[in-house]
Nanobody, 128 residues
Framework: QGQLAESGGGSVQAGGSLRLSCVAS????????MGWFRQAPGKEREGVAAFYTGGYIGYYADSVKGRFSIHRDSAKNTVHLQMDGLQPEDTAMYYC?????????????????????WGQGTQVTVSS
């Protein structure tokens, strides 16, 4: 069973940027579906971005396409979520997630919201 630890959340004004980081430990698989989902109070989980570590393509929710980008630093076993053009509706707790059971064909932003492993979360607050 692995562990995920997020960092990088904070408070910004609309239009600002934040970079979230997630350090993965405790598992050595080179092929896993990883990404981020978010959850605002009173709302359901929303998958934000995901990628399969054996490939190079990122998958994004429509709500963040063109603003967010996900990438991996394999040397540091870290996944980053660069968030630009933040809007108040992006305010939520953001969780790094991973699931070995999700195949490369099934890995996308929607599916990462159902991942079996996630971290403690990091808060992102965007003011207007």
């Amino acid at each position: 069973q692995g562990q995920l630890a997020e960092s990088g959340g904070g408070s910004v004004q609309a239009g600002g940027s934040l970079r979230l980081s997630c350090v993965a430990s405790g598992y050595t698989s080179s092929s896993v579906c990883m990404g981020w989902f978010r959850q605002a109070p009173g709302k359901e989980r929303e998958g934000v971005a995901a990628f399969y570590t054996g490939g190079y393509i990122g998958y994004y929710a429509d709500s963040v396409k063109g603003r967010f980008s996900i990438h991996r630093d394999s040397a540091k076993n870290t996944v980053h979520l660069q968030m630009d053009g933040l809007q108040p509706e992006d305010t939520a707790m953001y969780y790094c997630a991973a699931d070995l059971a999700i195949s490369s064909g099934g890995c996308d932003a929607r599916r990462i919201a159902t991942a079996g492993l996630w971290g403690q979360g990091t808060q992102v607050t965007v003011s207007s």
